[in-house]
């Protein structure tokens, strides 16, 4: 296992946020958290992180997951939802964030709902191996393939390499994706592929609390640091320029 994607600096603000409707924003009808009280907020799933960092930026602003509506969509969904004011909130990533905010402007960002005000080091994206394929050799090869990648990534976000490369690439398969990154956000990740276990655990913690999970899991026990560690081995520890 090794993480895929993070909320780590030096990029973690812009990388996702509890939108709001621009209507209910420039009317005054909803101003600060606790004004989404009864309002309908969409989420990719309710058994996902987007519950988690929505929920976050809701209690500070006194509320709790019963006092608003959770409506689960896909991402380009939500798009038309906000259109058509069929959700009053969501929680979107880039490039879908930048796409309803900047471009279309049907919707905002509310103060307090950005990750970096509630989520600032916690995994977003794990990369897993089924039981099979971690039994062969092209398992490692695998990773250390995908942590070179990674550390490509990493360098373009941390300014030592030219991030619309990625970005074209990336555009091809998601047409969201402005091919020049104008307006983007991308957020660091551990280019060693060390996964923020105490994340997981974090999230765990409040399913728990919420209703859904209804037994906890050791997920130390099912975290297998071994792929990336070997990786490492191979590449060396990660310096910040081109292996």
Not at 113 to 118: C, E, F, I, N
Not at 184 to 191: E, R, V
Request: charged fraction near 25%; hydrophobic fraction near 40%.
């Amino acid at each position: 296992m090794a993480e895929k994607a993070s909320l780590l600096p030096p990029a973690t603000d812009g990388n996702g946020a509890l939108l709001v409707r621009r209507d209910l924003m420039d009317s005054g009808a909803v101003k600060t958290m606790a004004d989404l009280k009864g309002r309908r907020i969409a989420v990719i799933s309710l058994q996902s992180a987007s519950l988690n960092f929505s929920m976050r930026a809701l209690k500070l602003g006194g509320l709790g997951r019963e006092e608003v509506t959770w409506v689960e969509m896909p991402f380009n969904q939500m798009i038309a939802a906000f259109e058509k004011k069929a959700i009053d909130a969501a929680m979107m990533y880039t490039p879908y964030l930048q796409l309803v905010a900047e471009k279309l402007k049907t919707a905002i960002p509310i103060k307090d709902g950005d990750l970096s005000a509630t989520s600032t080091g916690d995994a977003l994206n794990i990369m897993m191996y089924s039981p099979d394929f971690a039994k062969t050799e092209a398992a490692k090869r695998f990773m250390v393939a995908h942590l070179k990648a990674q550390r490509d990534i990493q360098r373009m976000v941390e300014g030592k390499a030219d991030l619309k490369e990625a970005c074209r690439a990336v555009a091809k398969y998601v047409p969201s994706m402005s091919a020049d990154c104008q307006g983007m956000k991308f957020s660091g990740i551990d280019p060693d592929g060390r996964i923020n276990v105490a994340s997981l655990e974090r999230y765990q913690d409040e399913w728990m609390e919420w209703g859904v999970m209804k037994e906890r899991a050791d997920i130390r026990s099912h975290v297998n640091g071994e792929f990336s560690k070997h990786a490492v081995s191979v590449l060396g520890p990660y310096q910040g320029k081109e292996n």
